[in-house]
């Protein structure tokens, strides 16, 4: 665990040091839970949007989008449940005063747990050697075996009170679990109680209740009240999808671990209209389209896996995370949820507006049902940052070895495609190519030019950003027209003409081979 937090903190301090994401307001001692994105955190931040757009919308014909505003009326609220229900279950210690949610507290409990297990199977591993048969091992070990099944009724436990809304019992289950106060280390802990997420503002000059606005908490809401206005417009027929990407806000309790979990975040949703009864075929065909996306960019099948939901929200009649392994453990990046037509028709009775589907086929109008698929923007590019982030020893130029620390971020997600570099700086012949080649590329793609410090540093420079290619102008270029392109991860140059470059980089970088490969 200990390497895994410090490589928690070398992709942090990567992250600012190369410009991906500053602290917000870091002047003023920063505000806990936000963060800002830099020039380059912006630029692969943006291509990852780009990435799950065009998946969605442009390699769907029956998907189209919508950008709704972050103020929605404030009956929206009401009818969705977040005034009601969407709460987190919280408690301070009475020493530390610092404040947690319960569930989390018990699953960090749960996390020891598993770790223990972990432990036992670490050590029979190295003690059997290849005859070892994990399976079995965790069918037949005793010690094991009591630990899944004190974690297994934890889960099940924990799982009704967040359900039943049972506040007395997570208080009790931390209380019998002797769970103690991280900061304090003591176990003088307030009652548990609900706390509301959303965040409020007020509208102009109207005073009190009236005027209250909430900022949405999650995109879906303007998709649910905009689903007729779109149908209409975009004449879909069921089945259909609208995607959206936009900021949400939630007054969250616990705000650690970067951007895992921020107050203001992005989400990147879609919500596809289907008739009700196939929810389950279109649940299965959305878990495995998503796991599909996520592995095209190179994510291993080990570092993701399903989690299906231990307690139901109040919308749902099925759910499923994809949960991926970032340097902290597996925890959810994306969320697949059958909805059923809880929105559309909470939203019907609250407006009085019908918001219903004709269907041309059966000549009959239902409220359609609903399946979700909803992933954290700044989620997914923490999980993108950590997969690619590698310290590795490569040769160097004097025939020995030296650390580089590269991003090995999939070329089309890459935040600069190709960087232009004279091999030597203090020679005009050779600055003045170069820049003559940059910007003949340069409206094709992302692309920087840099003549600072020896040809070894700037490649290095180019390996913490992630940039694929390289593209490096020398003598033999004054003489041929040609340069030679390096690539990245394997470090393989060749050599190609000036008026391939465009071609090549492009070609090599471009997300479509995503879709169709
Ligand atoms: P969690 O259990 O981690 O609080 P959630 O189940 O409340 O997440 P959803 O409401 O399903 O999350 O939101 C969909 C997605 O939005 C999540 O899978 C996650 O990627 C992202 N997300 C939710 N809350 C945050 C946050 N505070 N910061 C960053 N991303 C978030």
Redesign the pocket.
């Known amino acids: 665990m200990a390497n895994q937090d410090d490589l928690f903190k070398k992709i942090t301090s990567h992250c600012k040091e190369y410009g991906f994401i500053f602290q917000s307001s870091e002047i003023y001692d920063g505000l806990a839970a936000t963060y800002d994105y830099g020039p380059y955190g912006i630029l692969l931040k943006n291509n990852i949007k780009d990435y799950w757009w065009k998946s969605m919308v442009q390699m769907h014909e029956n998907i189209v989008g919508i950008d709704a505003a972050i103020f929605m009326h404030p009956t929206t609220w009401k009818a969705s449940g977040h005034v009601d229900a969407f709460n987190d279950p919280m408690l301070d210690n009475k020493d530390s005063k610092k404040r947690y949610r319960a569930d989390v507290l018990i699953e960090e409990y749960m996390d020891k747990i598993e770790a223990k297990i972990n432990k036992e199977i670490t050590k029979a591993k190295k003690r059997f050697g290849d005859a070892f048969d994990e399976e079995q091992f965790r069918a037949t070990n005793p010690r094991v075996l009591a630990n899944t099944e004190k974690k297994d009724n934890i889960a099940a436990r924990l799982a009704k009170a967040m359900t039943d809304g049972d506040m007395d019992d997570l208080k009790a289950q931390i209380e019998e679990y002797g769970i103690v106060c991280p900061a304090s280390g003591s176990r003088n802990w307030t009652d548990v109680r609900q706390f509301n997420l959303m965040f409020s503002t007020q509208l102009g000059a109207v005073a009190g209740e009236e005027g209250k606005l909430y900022l949405r908490p999650?995109t879906a809401q303007g998709i649910f009240v905009n689903f007729l206005n779109v149908q209409k417009s975009s004449r879909q027929k069921l089945p259909f999808g609208i995607a959206q990407i936009g900021k949400a806000f939630?007054n969250?309790i616990v705000a650690r671990q970067f951007i895992?979990?921020?107050r203001e975040?992005e989400?990147m949703e879609m919500q596809f209209f289907i008739k009700p009864g196939t929810q389950m075929k279109w649940y299965e065909y959305w878990k495995e389209s998503r796991l599909k996306w996520h592995k095209a960019i190179g994510h291993e099948s080990e570092n993701l896996r399903f989690h299906d939901h231990d307690n139901l929200a109040h919308y749902a009649d099925a759910a499923v995370d994809i949960q991926f392994n970032f340097p902290f453990g597996f925890k959810?990046?994306?969320?697949i949820h059958s909805r059923t037509d809880f929105d559309l028709a909470s939203h019907q009775e609250h407006s009085g507006k019908k918001l219903q589907y004709f269907d041309p086929e059966t000549k009959e109008s239902y409220i359609p049902y609903v399946l979700e698929t909803?992933?954290?923007c700044?989620?997914m590019f923490l999980a993108t940052i950590s997969h690619a982030y590698t310290q590795e020893m490569v040769p160097d130029s004097k025939g020995g070895e030296a650390e580089r620390t590269v991003l090995k971020i999939h070329p089309a997600l890459a935040p600069i495609k190709c960087a232009v570099l004279p091999l030597v700086k203090n020679k005009p012949e050779l600055t003045e190519k170069a820049r003559k080649i940059f910007d003949s590329v340069k409206a094709y793609f992302d692309c920087q030019y840099d003549e600072k410090d020896a040809i070894g540093r700037r490649y290095r420079r180019q390996d913490a950003i992630g940039t694929p290619y390289c593209i490096t102008v020398d003598f033999e270029t004054l003489e041929d027209d040609t340069v030679t392109i390096r690539e990245r991860d394997s470090l393989a140059q060749e050599r190609i003409p000036i008026s391939k470059i465009a071609e090549i980089v492009k070609e090599r970088t471009d997300m479509a081979a995503l879709f169709v490969g």
């Open positions: 999650e939630r969250e895992f979990r921020m975040f989400q959810e990046l994306e969320g909803s992933i954290g700044d989620r």
